[in-house]
């Protein structure tokens, strides 16, 4: 039997979010059936999945540099998809489903698309009207991460008939056996230095718990982005006007972040907007207590008292007398953490988001 063939198209296969689950489906897809090549449009500047992805028996294309254009990347996708001829093109990255549902509609392939970040995010809000538009018209279905993002979509004007839902995956982990035997609380956050993560209200929030209990840590993990290159800047300035120098690392990039994660004793994500973040999901895999802004798709992961909690992204004071009063009590911490590592063996395994992509792929 003939083997079907799928072309992604991803904008780069760095650390991200996007890149950590294309990879992650990979690895656990069966390759009997299917052939999968994928196509990265950009470099990533901190490392990248590419032996991951080599590993998983994918094949793996970048775009040259050199092809610069919109009109040079259609040319260079063109010749390729009619070299390959694959039966699907599945784009993962928003900015890629135009290209994707162009050469569709030249090859009259069947096209998805994907929207892994809400609409309000600072990703999407950037493209011109013209772009957003192919970027959800063209394609045939419309794949995302969260039903709060489906919401969106349906708001956008696009048919529910077109958008599936699959929800992120992580690897299983150790079950929770930690100890923590620190001398100092130490809290978290993960994200580029975007305005949009809020990692001034992190840095606030650290100032707050110092108050009460002495020698806490905060730790910011993410590095600059081209498109906000004053973020760290600003946040060093917020440090240094609080004082907060002997408390507050900003560690720029991490190859292995859930190192540092598993160190920690908080996870704060204190985003304005979300899609629906592998970051609560690793906290949650390496049993780290969990708080987070109300937004997105994070009340789907987080119920709120039982296996995390969620503030307003705009809530200094519920974010910082949360973890406060939970590291005061060590019983509801660890039950807390428990239901965690629970909900992610229970709703985010990786054989589980396999199945609903191969399903997606056998559809007529």
């Known amino acids: 039997m003939n083997k079907k063939k799928i072309v992604f198209f991803i904008g ?22 299917f052939e ?7 470099s990533s500047p901190f490392g990248d999945l590419k032996n991951e992805i ?43 489903n135009s290209y994707a549902g162009i050469l569709g509609t030249i090859f009259n392939i069947q096209t998805i698309g994907s929207v892994r970040g809400s609409l309000r995010g600072t990703g999407f809000k950037k493209l011109n009207i013209i772009y957003k538009w192919l970027s959800l018209r063209l394609v045939q279905r ?54 949009n993560k809020n990692h001034e209200l992190f840095i606030r929030i650290v100032k707050s718990v110092l108050e009460e209990i002495p020698n806490t840590k905060g730790w910011i993990i993410g590095q600059p982005v081209q498109d906000e290159p004053h973020q760290k800047e600003k946040l060093n300035e917020l440090i240094r006007s609080l004082k907060m120098n002997e408390n507050i690392e900003l560690l720029g990039f991490q190859p292995e972040p859930l190192e540092l994660l598993k160190k ?18 690793e906290a949650l895999s390496v049993g780290v207590l969990v ?17 995390g909690f969620m503030y307003n992204p705009d809530d200094l004071k519920g974010f910082s007398k949360m973890i406060i009063k939970i590291l005061r009590n060590k ?34």
Request: charged share 20%; net charge positive; glycine share 6%.
């Open 12 to 33: 780069q296969v760095g650390f991200g979010g996007t890149e950590k689950q294309m990879a992650l489906f990979l690895k656990n897809v069966s390759k009997k059936n």
């Open 36 to 42: 999968f090549h994928i196509v990265v449009f950009n």
């Open 54 to 96: 080599l590993q998983s028996k994918a094949f793996l294309y970048f775009i040259p540099e050199k092809v610069n254009t919109i009109f040079k990347k259609l040319r260079y996708l063109y010749l390729f998809i009619k070299k390959i001829k694959p039966n699907i093109i599945h784009s993962w990255s928003v900015h890629d």
């Open 142 to 195: 419309i794949i995302v991460n969260a039903q709060s993002i489906n919401d969106e979509l349906i708001q956008y004007g696009i048919s529910k008939d077109r958008i599936i839902v699959i929800k992120n995956a992580v690897n299983g982990y150790q079950n929770y056996s930690k100890i923590r035997n620190y001398k100092y609380p130490v809290l978290c956050t993960i994200g580029n230095l975007r305005y």
């Open 264 to 281: 920690s004793d908080v996870f704060i994500l204190p985003s304005y907007s979300e899609g629906y973040p592998n970051t609560i999901l």
């Open 291 to 307: 708080i987070a802004s109300k937004v997105g798709g994070v009340p789907e992961i987080i119920k709120s008292g039982i296996n």
């Open 331 to 364: 019983k509801k911490y660890h039950e807390v953490i428990k239901f965690g590592l629970k909900t992610v063996h229970d709703f985010h395994s990786p054989q589980k988001m396999v199945d609903r992509y191969i399903k997606v792929y056998d559809a007529k």
